[in-house]
């Protein structure tokens, strides 16, 4: 079994990803562990040049996604951690694999759509970028990729692009899987129930980031919008703020959705609340508390991040090299 999943360093990092993202890469370090396999995790930085950024806070943003994904509990001596740029085969992955990725279904992306629409300047970064995300997962041989649902298209353009090129080229690549969250595959603004919790495209009074005062945190869930009716009860047509909320309180405890809709019967929404915000609190204080320590050296940070780069590097290099062999390039 091979694990391989990406985090943009970019933003400030939210419960949504945390829901989608970090608790599934340490929940699928432990799965590899078992069945004897590996597990990537990269700070994919290469991508976050894709929209505007500055070289101050990519570097700031690298290092804080590092620290988050060891804080929330990634361990560095069972999965290799690094930043994408660290190893070249990343970017050589991508040029190659644009041969067998088409111009028409890179423009059905609706991430491009979305991320393009009413922006003066959209790089051409944005729009190839599915085809990094691709060379990401198919330099390690990954079948297993856990992401949350917003990833899902991306995805299944990179099953798309292996598939077409072990057909032309022979079998080369193996065809990934996505993993997506049971609760929590979308976790929503709490104000704006409709759109996704992004600190790159929500409404930053209803985005729970991770770095957020334990304050802050109990009053966004306290004054999170809810629909008219007082029934803790899951409902995502009818009912979307709070059936948002019950999938953060699934995602913070483990509970399931049923379990979570009987014990709040006929309670009302204030109670919910006030409890899902000290949840969320108590659930990120050790995670805020190892990051803060994590931050307070970044050389040896960065020293974790090296030692990654050097294990990541070794997986990549044989697949690398195939591909270029079978392309037909001399070597
Ligand atoms: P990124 O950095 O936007 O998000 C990282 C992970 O968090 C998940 N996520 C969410 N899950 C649930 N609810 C939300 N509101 C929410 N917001 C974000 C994302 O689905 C993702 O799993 N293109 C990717 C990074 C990437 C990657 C890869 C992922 C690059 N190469 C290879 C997997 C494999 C991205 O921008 O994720």
Redesign the pocket.
């Known amino acids: 079994m091979r694990v391989?999943?990406?985090?943009?360093a970019?933003g400030d990092k939210?419960l949504?990803?945390y829901?989608?993202?970090f608790r599934?890469y340490v929940s699928t370090q432990e799965e590899a562990a078992r069945a004897s396999g590996e597990a990537f995790f990269?700070v994919?930085d290469l991508?976050s040049i894709t929209t505007p950024f500055e070289p101050d806070a990519l570097r700031e943003s690298t290092l804080s996604v590092a620290a988050w994904l060891f804080a929330t509990g990634l361990d560095p001596e069972r999965s290799t951690v690094f930043a994408q740029s660290h190893v070249t085969a990343h970017a050589e992955a991508a040029w190659l694999l644009s041969a067998v990725t088409s111009f028409g279904e890179l423009r059905r992306m609706t991430q491009f759509k979305e991320k393009s629409e009413g922006q003066d300047f959209v790089s051409a970064g944005l729009f190839t970028?599915p085809v990094?995300?691709a060379g990401?997962?198919l330099l390690y041989q990954a079948d297993t990729?856990?992401?949350?649902?917003?990833?899902r298209q991306?995805?299944e353009l990179?099953r798309n692009v292996a598939e077409r090129f072990n057909q032309r080229f022979g079998e080369t690549f193996t065809v990934p899987r996505g993993v997506y969250?049971v609760a929590?595959?979308?976790?929503?603004n709490l104000q704006e129930p409709d759109r996704?919790?992004?600190t790159t495209r929500g409404a930053p009074a209803g985005d729970v980031r991770l770095v957020d005062a334990p304050d802050d945190i109990r009053r966004k869930f306290k004054t999170a919008v809810t629909d008219s009716g007082r029934e803790v009860v899951h409902d995502l047509k009818s009912k979307a703020g709070i059936s948002n909320l019950i999938e953060i309180l699934s995602v913070t405890t483990g509970d399931s959705i049923k379990q979570i809709e009987a014990r709040y019967e006929g309670q009302g929404y204030g109670q919910f609340k006030l409890d899902l915000g000290e949840a969320v609190v108590q659930m990120l204080a050790p995670f805020q508390a190892r990051y803060r320590e994590l931050r307070a050296d970044d050389v040896e940070l960065r020293r974790m991040l090296a030692r990654g780069a050097e294990k990541a590097a070794a997986a990549a290099a044989p697949t690398l090299a195939r591909v270029y062999e079978r392309m037909g390039f001399v070597r």
């Open positions: 391989f999943s990406g985090i943009r970019s939210t949504g990803n829901s989608g993202g599934q990269c994919v991508h970028y990094l995300m990401d997962i990729v856990p992401i949350g649902d917003d990833q991306h995805l990179a969250p929590g595959a979308r976790v929503k996704l919790m992004s």
